[in-house]
């Protein structure tokens, strides 16, 4: 229907700030346009790419599956494997918080999994982290506490999972 119009590589510092400035405006439709613009122009681009995980993940609340399907395609094209592993937690964080929010029944055992998988690759992405950068562990802690001061945030029962699975 419409030909997309590409962007000059000169264009690329600006649109990222803009990019970053509307996902900071809770705008994170926009800032994955402008991100997906920016991949046209230069596939490799590493903050592009940061910053459309991120802003996919802002929408997890507007259709989960999708979104961290789309989220999860682009942490191959990440270059640090640290940073693979700490965005991989920070998507499995989102989706735990994304089904808390939905306050279904249920959801806080499906939380609990998510919030243990990000656990798993924080703790990944702080053995191999650059000498000085403690994000991974300030992540950990912030699941940990999540599951510490929410009753809903728990494993399932045993005889529970067996239910679920009949």
């Known amino acids: 229907?419409?030909?997309l119009k590409r962007l000059s590589k000169e264009a690329l510092p600006r649109a990222l700030e803009k990019a970053e400035?509307?996902?900071?405006?809770?705008?994170?439709?926009?800032?994955e346009s402008i991100c997906r613009d920016v991949l046209e122009?230069?596939?490799?681009?590493?903050?592009?790419?940061?910053?459309?995980?991120?802003?996919?993940?802002?929408?997890?609340?507007h259709g989960m599956a999708d979104?961290?399907?789309?989220?999860?395609q682009v942490v191959p094209r990440l270059?640090?494997?640290?940073?693979?592993?700490?965005?991989?937690?920070?998507?499995?964080?989102?989706?735990?918080?994304?089904?808390?929010?939905?306050?279904a029944h249920g959801?806080?055992?499906i939380a609990y999994q998510?919030?243990?998988?990000?656990?798993?690759?924080?703790?990944?992405?702080?053995a191999i982290r650059p000498h000085g950068n403690d994000d991974a562990i300030l992540r950990w802690n912030t699941c940990a506490r999540m599951i510490m001061s929410d009753?809903?945030?728990?494993?399932?029962?045993?005889?529970?999972v067996e239910a679920m699975m009949e």
Not at 41 to 61: K, R, V, W, Y
Not at 67 to 72: D, E, G, I, L, S
């Open 1 to 3: 229907m419409f030909e």
């Open 21 to 31: 400035r509307y996902r900071l405006l809770n705008e994170p439709w926009q800032a």
């Open 41 to 61: 122009t230069d596939p490799g681009n590493q903050e592009a790419l940061l910053i459309l995980l991120l802003s996919l993940t802002d929408q997890f609340e």
């Open 67 to 72: 979104y961290a399907k789309q989220a999860r």
């Open 79 to 103: 270059r640090s494997e640290y940073e693979q592993a700490y965005y991989t937690g920070i998507i499995c964080e989102r989706q735990a918080k994304a089904h808390l929010n939905q306050r």
């Open 107 to 109: 959801t806080g055992y």
């Open 114 to 126: 998510w919030l243990g998988e990000a656990m798993r690759s924080y703790e990944k992405a702080e």
């Open 151 to 160: 009753p809903r945030i728990a494993p399932m029962p045993e005889g529970r």
